[in-house]
């Protein structure tokens, strides 16, 4: 099961990690990390959650993860000093600290954790290709539960009601769905009570036990 990096890094090494740079605030839809973009730095989430999506040719988007609290984003592009293969976006307002690639290559080798990174690195390709397979072939209702439930679950605040601020028609674009699919599903779980739709485009989840175990919303 895929787990964190603050849970795989030693808890004394990853406070040092964080010593390496100044918290900072994030809005939420704000882009932390885009595709294409060399790389100059990595990311250390400190609060909050943030999507990473892969953008295709035509400018369709998909949507690989989402990350919470705990983890450290886009530091494959500083090891191997290629272009950044995703994008992240801030799904709610977050907490980061931005580490120069320098830096955070420093503090690589001096405490020997390549091999670490990679391997993590590698629990993340394949977490992404089960959520693409589950695109590929899961229905529309089936596609979104799962992706609001990811979102719940990566959320700062994981208690009660859960504001998801991303509009219904990032959502579609996340999970290669029509808007009119998406208003559908989100539809059939409002008159549940399950959840809210937002006057700003978003939200509030409410039940996504119910939401995940009735995609169809027949409950």
């Known amino acids: 099961m895929y787990q964190p990096l603050v849970v795989v890094f030693d ?19 704000s882009v932390l990390l885009r595709q294409g973009d060399p790389g100059t730095h990595v990311l250390l989430l400190e609060s ?15 949507l690989l993860a989402v990350r919470g ?18 994008s992240v976006i801030a799904a709610e307002t977050c907490r980061v600290r931005v580490i120069p690639a320098p830096e955070f290559l420093g503090f690589v080798d001096e405490h020997r954790l390549t091999a ?7 629990a993340r390709v394949r977490e992404a ?3 693409r397979l589950e695109l590929a072939t899961a229905p529309v209702p089936a596609r979104l539960a799962s992706a609001l439930e990811r979102l719940v679950q990566s959320a700062s605040c ?12 990032e959502l579609s674009q996340l999970i290669g769905a029509s808007r009119n699919a998406v208003g559908t599903a989100i539809k059939a779980w409002r008159d549940h ?16 036990e119910r939401i995940k175990a009735h995609p169809l919303g027949r409950g």
Do not use: F, N, Y
């Open 193 to 208: 009570g399950w959840l809210e739709t937002e006057a700003g485009g978003g939200l509030l989840i409410r039940d996504i």
């Open 158 to 169: 994981t208690a009660g009601d859960i504001h998801v601020r991303l509009t219904q028609m």
């Open 116 to 122: 670490l990174i990679l391997r993590h690195a590698i």
């Open 129 to 131: 290709e089960a959520v």
């Open 69 to 86: 609290a705990g983890e450290l984003l886009g530091e494959l592009a500083v090891l191997d000093a290629q272009p950044r293969t995703a």
């Open 48 to 62: 909050g959650s943030a999507i990473v999506t892969l953008t295709g040719g035509k400018g369709e988007r998909t």
């Open 11 to 29: 808890k004394v090494l990853w406070e040092k990690l964080r010593d390496l740079a100044p918290l900072r605030s994030r809005p939420a839809r």
